[in-house]
């Protein structure tokens, strides 16, 4: 019987597919870019090995630096955003909605799921001014303030870009927030009830050190796709105006695709790579230094 | 007193929460029956004339939405069905079959999850172009193939652990090949973590932009989130009842995926609770 469990040829038919596909056309293409970032050059012109060079004009690049401080920027500011109004909300549905809350917890994950290209070309009439003013500028101007450009500004248009992102993925969080919250005993919290904790005394100081595993998992998770934030940006103003919201994803892609320097937007390709990494090892050894304090 | 005054808190509240969530997109779909000239002379939040399908004519026939849906299917159905046999062939083999060096091939699927599709781009690239394959949609299946094989790999290897291995070895006493195991008992049963699954992927397929973007060389290829990035380019100034109808064309699938298959998944979590 433990033969026909490890049969062979099983084995190798339904997992070559896989296998193959993945270490193919994944692993040899990170393993050849990581190459390509020391070499100048494209299809047309041919390559040319210039060691570090790449790097080192990334750091004394305008552009890069910008593109790495959108990304940057962008992934703390959302990152936070999302968390906090996620954990808001599944609080919301564990303790005031209780067993109510499945309807509002479908309705609110529902925008995670539109393509961002949609959600940002909505966010964009939302936010227009002009002939074909949005709802946003004629509420302002009712309140009686002036029509605002939101996209002719840098920091504007980052700023409806977070709004966005928010907006379209606070109910993910919400979700898998809430899921860490109900696995808190309800015997914990009744005890602490009759020990006289209500209200935000109960939250900060039972459920909030409770579901610090799951707050953590959603930073991690978080950090990982805003830093590779391309569609909306991209979408919304073009990573504009000008390039003032460009992230390091869409810098890459026009280094290497629009300005055929294939070597260079490798070398954007590995930096973002390295910041996925370092976010990530990062948040995780804080946390375990936190539990060991 | 108090009672009254917090249920009122609590009604207002969720209002307000659901009307954030749901304003924006009624008037997306509001917008989608309104013509020019009430877009640029009526407030926003005026409500359209007429529900008449024009812009959605327009947007299908004239600004070529219909063959960019066309395009997304056609990318999107045939990447998810390989990713999908291939991601739960591997997970089958790497938990249920017993073999040495299984536990570092289910690490080295998922050193993958997290490395940016920015960092296959440029090789993927330069392949495709060797072998020709530039100006068919087959780049863009191939790529989104290998893009969810890791997850769908590694979390299809977590969801048979909770099958016992007992089910197989019976099946195996019986004369049954783990090959047709695999067909006959893993693929059914497992049912419901592949819809959970293929709804995950689905969405991720169908709402890329970074890899339709790169490899898609000609017009007559985009799918819906390529082409609706340059839909206003095609006219001379900006047609908003068209480009708000195409906006909820590309939104439909998605909704439609999302109602029928969260009532798929509820249902599966009943009636397994039924069972268990």
Not at chain 2, 12 to 35: D, H, M, N, R
């Amino acid at each position: 019987m433990r033969r026909v469990l490890a049969d062979k040829k099983t084995i190798v038919l339904l997992l070559a597919p896989a296998l193959l596909m993945y270490t193919l056309l994944k692993l040899v293409p990170v393993v050849w870019s990581l190459g390509l970032s020391f070499f100048e050059g494209n299809l047309l012109t041919g390559f040319t090995f210039v060691g570090g060079k790449n790097f080192v004009d990334f750091t004394r690049d305008p552009d890069a630096i910008n593109a790495l401080m959108v990304t940057l920027k962008y992934s703390v500011v959302v990152t936070a955003g999302q968390v906090v109004m996620g954990y808001s909300l599944a609080l919301l549905y564990v303790f005031v909605l209780r067993r109510a809350s499945a309807l509002v917890r479908t309705v609110a994950f529902f925008p995670t799921v539109l393509p961002s290209v949609a959600v940002a070309l909505l966010f964009k009439s939302f936010f227009s001014v002009g002939d074909n003013q949005g709802p946003v500028n004629s509420v302002m101007n009712l309140m009686g303030y002036p029509s605002v450009e939101f996209l002719a500004s840098g920091s504007l248009t980052f700023m409806v870009a977070v709004i966005m992102e928010l907006w379209r993925s606070m109910g993910f969080y919400a979700v898998l927030l809430y899921a860490g919250l109900v696995d808190i005993p309800v015997e914990t919290l009744e005890s602490a009830r009759i020990d006289g904790a209500g209200g935000l005394r109960l939250v900060s100081n039972i459920v909030l050190p409770l579901s610090a595993p799951i707050l953590l998992s959603s930073v991690i998770f978080s950090f990982n796709a805003t830093l590779k934030v391309f569609d909306g940006l991209l979408a919304l103003n073009n990573g504009g105006p000008g390039s003032e919201t460009t992230p390091l994803t869409l810098y890459m892609y026009r280094s290497a695709f629009q300005y055929a320097e294939y070597g260079y937007g490798s070398t954007v390709a590995v930096v973002l790579t390295l910041l996925c990494l370092v976010f990530t090892l990062g948040v995780f050894r804080t946390s375990r230094q936190d539990v060991t304090v | 007193m108090t009672k009254v005054l917090s249920s009122v808190v609590k009604v207002v509240g969720i209002s307000l929460l659901l009307a954030v969530v749901l304003y924006p997109q009624l008037w997306l779909i509001l917008g989608s029956f309104k013509t020019q000239n009430e877009f640029f002379t009526k407030p926003s939040w005026s409500l359209p004339s007429s529900f008449s399908l024009e812009n959605y004519v327009t947007a299908l026939t004239k600004s070529n939405v219909a063959t960019m849906y066309l395009n997304s299917l056609a990318v999107t159905l045939p990447s998810l069905f390989f990713m999908l046999l291939f991601g739960i062939a591997a997970g089958y083999v790497l938990e249920v079959m017993v073999w040495k060096g299984r536990q570092a091939v289910l690490l080295y699927f998922l050193a993958g999850i997290m490395v940016p599709g920015q960092m296959i781009l440029v090789p993927l690239f330069t392949f495709y172009f060797q072998v020709g394959l530039t100006n068919t949609l087959w780049p863009l299946i191939i790529t989104y193939i290998v893009m969810g094989l890791p997850l769908t790999t590694f979390l299809m290897a977590t969801y048979f652990r909770a099958i016992p291995r007992e089910l197989f070895e019976a099946a195996t006493m019986d004369g049954v090949s783990m090959f047709r195991s695999f067909f006959v008992i893993a693929l059914p049963l497992m049912r419901n973590a592949i819809i959970t699954i293929a709804m995950v992927e689905f969405f991720s397929v169908w709402n890329d932009l970074l890899i339709a973007l790169t490899f898609t060389t000609r017009r007559n290829l985009a799918t819906l989130q390529v082409g609706l990035l340059s839909f206003s380019d095609q006219y001379g100034s900006t047609q908003y009842g068209p480009l708000f109808a195409a906006i909820s064309i590309n939104i439909v699938i998605v909704a439609v995926v999302y109602v029928f298959l969260n009532k798929q998944i509820m249902a599966g979590l009943a009636a397994g609770s039924v069972k268990g």
